[in-house]
């Protein structure tokens, strides 16, 4: 069993940056291939960022190719998500899982139905 908890959320002007963290918890984090998530009012989750247990590959949703980026520290059983040029957009609860099911497939990272673990969110908001 792993818990999650993500922090870091908060509200910022578009063009600004906010890291958000996933502490884990549990059962060894550091196994995991783990993610981003977020979901906006009134729109489906998304997945926005996965990373491998070592944190040597990662992939990207297109609407933030080159301004977020995933990174873990394992010694810390912690994951981050750096965000840069933020837009209103962006807004949204973001959401880590871990655990990933089933890895088969180059977007597998990014499925919302393909982790065991999630936390609770934190919310991101950009105005304009």
């Known amino acids: 069993q792993v818990q999650l908890v993500e922090s870091g959320g908060g509200s910022v002007q578009a063009g600004g940056s906010l890291r958000l963290s996933c502490a884990a918890s549990?059962?060894?984090?550091?196994?995991?291939?783990s993610a981003w998530f977020r979901q906006a009012p009134e729109k489906e989750r998304e997945g926005v960022a996965g990373i491998d247990a070592t944190g040597s590959t990662s992939t990207y949703a297109d609407s933030v190719k080159g301004r977020f980026t995933i990174s873990r520290d394992n010694d810390k059983n912690t994951m981050y998500l750096e965000m840069h040029s933020l837009r209103p957009e962006d807004t949204a609860t973001y959401y880590c899982?871990?655990?990933?099911?089933?890895?088969?497939?180059?977007?597998?990272?990014?499925?919302?139905?393909?982790?065991?673990?999630w936390g609770q969110g934190t919310q991101v908001t950009v105005s304009s």
């Open positions: 899982a871990a655990y990933l099911i089933d890895p088969k497939g180059s977007l597998a990272r990014l499925r919302i139905d393909n982790y065991k673990y």
């Open positions: 549990g059962s060894p984090h550091s196994w995991y291939s």
